[in-house]
């Protein structure tokens, strides 16, 4: 099993450009999650679904979309990108269940990105 | 709003020491705390999960307590290696969709 898998690893955009960040989980977990990670912090949710075609906001959504088409992808799309949206992003799934909630979550190798 | 804190936010020990790395959240209200490992350039490796409910866990060398009633928890990490060296990150979850609340982590370095 390949976990969770993020691409790209690094990006350089410009500003006002667009791009769609990946990610993909092969353990069929229904919970995925989108964090962004900025230097000597900690994470900050972003966006996270419950299953397919359910989505909803974390902490910090401003300037980021998301879809979740099927369980095994959860795309991060950034629509205009701003010096501010320099960051690491991690994206994670959890096998949570009704009644078991006490499940780790399990992350990608995250993707680095940059907006010049 | 929950709020969690890790200190210190750095640490240097050589190797051997037995050591204790520091969490405090603010709302006891959780369902669970994490510990994570975090190598550079790397994603989080997830250590220990304290199930609300427990008191601690152990894993090998590495130890984790929780007291909720407190907001505190702690990760012991015995005779401590170089390849300990990483950031650990400790995050809590407080509601019922496993979103997690993480502190800023606490980078371990291990000097043979």
């Known amino acids: 099993n390949a976990g969770v898998t993020q691409t790209p690893k690094f990006r350089i955009l410009k500003i006002g450009q667009s791009m769609t960040l990946q990610c993909t989980q092969d353990m069929n977990h229904n919970y995925m999650y989108w964090y962004r990670q900025d230097p000597g912090m900690g994470l900050k949710l972003i966006y996270y679904?419950?299953?397919?075609?359910?989505?909803d906001k974390g902490e910090v959504p401003n300037g980021y979309n998301v879809s979740r088409s099927t369980t095994e992808d959860f795309p991060l799309r950034l629509e205009l990108a701003a010096p501010s949206q320099t960051s690491v992003y991690f994206c994670?799934?959890?096998?949570?269940?009704?009644?078991?909630?006490?499940?780790?979550?399990?992350f990608g190798d995250g993707t680095r990105l940059s907006i010049l | 709003k929950q709020e969690v804190t890790q200190i210190p936010a750095a640490l240097s020990v050589p190797e051997g020491e037995n050591l204790v790395l520091n969490c405090s959240f603010t709302?006891?209200?959780?369902?669970?705390l994490q510990w994570f490992r975090q190598d550079p350039g790397k994603g989080l490796t997830s250590l220990l999960l304290?199930?609300?409910?427990?008191r601690e866990q152990t894993s090998g060398r590495l130890n984790a307590s929780l007291d909720k009633s407190s907001g505190r928890s702690t990760l012991y990490i015995a005779a401590s290696q170089p390849g300990d060296s990483a950031t650990y990150l400790c995050a809590v979850s407080s509601g019922n969709t496993g979103k997690l609340i993480f502190g800023q982590g606490t980078t371990l370095q291990v000097k043979p």
């Open positions: 304290i199930q609300s409910s427990q």
């Open positions: 709302d006891s209200a959780i369902y669970n």
């Open positions: 679904s419950v299953g397919a075609g359910i989505t």
């Open positions: 994670a799934s959890s096998d949570l269940k009704q009644g078991q909630l006490n499940q780790p979550q399990h």
